[in-house]
């Protein structure tokens, strides 16, 4: 059966309008005025916004970290994802010492086919470099995987500087991009152990030992490496002003480099590690949370249209057993936090409600840019006839309280618990099918894999 939506306002990167959008199967099939179609299911949308369906550039479900699984599977990781209006994630295929990058996506398949309720990709997460796994790399594009993920700390995962040159080069002739976790390894291993020597044992060690400078200096070593290597880059998660200031000055001399923030890093500050009875031990992750002068330098950021996407990096554990186990030594604390079923509220209240960013601008950050970028547009990320049918209809005036005792995500705590927000997804449409209403899952399962093209360096 057709669908008509009628009398809504159809937002894009670059304007809005009044308009009814006619789906038929899978895709959009027309938009226009005062759209007829007799056959067709017609809902009211009047006084709503249509956004393209949002899209997460950086979750972590089904995750070992060695010691615990993340708390969100991909079952319940892309139900949490839905319901807050994403219908496509992007996920980390992590590769493990002596794989090869087809078994590593082998897992990640297994782990999300028949899994997710919303669509999804994956960049490859590349940790053990080599001859055999380069000529990988025209593979992975077969498959439909162009983006890739390096870190520059955790020893477990990270690459030399050498090895990030060489992958550099090797997806460039791709037309792919890698995406960095921008720390200073060393640094960070070295912070971590004069915090313990002093005998600083809590979570307000977290921030003190991976400091401001510690992201910077990674952020422009790995611009200079990519400078070299003639490839564009994106640097996720960034968390500084410091970093922000040295990715604009590289920009000026004509490099091509992609931001990614968070919503933690907009809203949250490392005030947080400081709260009582471990409270603090909830918002470890890494980059730390940082100063409300960063705060203010990323959403400026945004409004500047200098930032090009907004991610979680949802990494759900546990506040109780497991967050928990680094009670007497931050060190042992997992990293992470829940988000990837709020974003899209948090940045439409706090951004476009409170006049930070156009709603236009939301759009472009959520859904066109992680579209272009990550080999999707236009099939998605954008409202335009022959594009999927992924659709949020938006009430722009719905309050409510983010709370984790209604909250779809698999786990025990919300960053944002008690934070009221106007801005919710009345409905969401995936491929055409309507999956989620006011905040709950009605069709689960539903999502697909998504065959990604070439990196759109716009």
Same mark, same amino acid.
């Given at each position: ?22 789906i ?29 369906g ?14 615990? %699984? ?17 219908t ?134 790995? %611009? ?16 500084t002003?410091?970093?922000l ?38 918002y ?40 928990d ?10 990293n ?25 601008? %939301? ?12 080999g %999707? ?6 409202l ?62 539903r ?12």
């Open positions: 059966m057709s669908i008509l939506l009628k009398g809504g306002t159809v937002v894009s990167a670059n304007g809005s309008r009044q308009a009814d959008i006619l038929e199967g899978e895709k959009i099939a027309r938009i226009g005025s005062r759209l007829d179609a007799k056959e067709a299911q017609v809902i009211d949308v009047a006084g709503k916004l249509l956004f393209p949002f899209i997460d550039t950086h979750t972590h479900f089904d995750l070992d970290n060695g010691v615990f %699984m993340t708390a969100d599977n991909f079952e319940t990781g892309t139900m949490a994802a839905v319901a807050g209006g994403t496509t994630v992007l996920d980390f295929a992590t590769q493990n010492k002596g794989e090869t990058l087809e078994e590593a996506l082998e897992n990640w398949h297994k782990k999300a086919d028949e899994e997710s309720s919303c669509d999804y990709g994956f960049h490859m997460a590349i940790t053990d470099w080599n001859a055999s796994v380069k000529e990988e790399i025209p593979v992975m594009t077969k498959e439909g995987v162009t983006s890739y993920k390096l870190y520059m700390a955790y020893d477990s995962l990270r690459v030399s500087d050498s090895e990030i040159y060489q992958v550099l080069k090797a997806v460039a002739a791709e037309n792919g991009i890698v995406g960095m976790h921008c720390e200073n390894g060393d640094l960070v291993n070295e912070g971590i152990a004069e915090e313990k020597a002093a005998g600083h044992f809590k979570p307000s060690a977290h921030p003190a030992s991976r400091p401001d400078t510690v992201e910077a200096e990674a952020i422009y070593r790995y %611009m200079a490496i990519a400078k070299i290597a003639g490839a564009p880059v994106n640097i996720v998660h960034l968390s002003e410091r970093g200031e040295l990715i604009k000055a590289a920009r000026k001399e004509g490099q091509k480099v992609y931001i990614e923030t968070c919503p933690q890093y907009l809203l949250l500050n490392d005030e947080t590690y400081s709260l009582p009875d471990f409270e603090g031990g909830k470890v992750m890494s980059p730390p949370l940082r100063k409300p002068s960063d705060q203010e330098a990323l959403w400026r950021a945004l409004r500047e249209d200098t930032a090009d996407t907004i991610g979680t990096d949802h990494c759900s554990f546990r506040f109780q057993g497991q967050k186990y680094g009670k007497d030594d931050f060190s042992k604390i997992p992470g936090a829940p988000g990837v079923e709020h974003r899209p509220a948090l940045i439409y209240h706090f951004g476009v409600r409170e006049g930070k960013i156009t709603k236009e601008q %939301m759009c472009r950050l959520l859904a066109e840019n992680p579209a272009k970028l990550f %999707m547009y236009p099939q998605k990320g954008v335009l006839e022959g594009s999927h049918a992924d659709i949020v209809v938006w009430n722009p005036e719905q309050e409510w309280v983010i709370e984790a005792k209604t909250q779809v995500q698999n786990v025990d705590y919300t960053p944002y618990e008690g934070i009221r927000v106007a801005g919710r997804p009345e409905m969401v449409f995936l491929r055409g099918e309507k999956v989620a209403e006011n905040g709950e899952v009605l069709k689960k399962n999502g697909t894999y998504v065959h990604r093209g070439p990196c759109e360096y716009f």
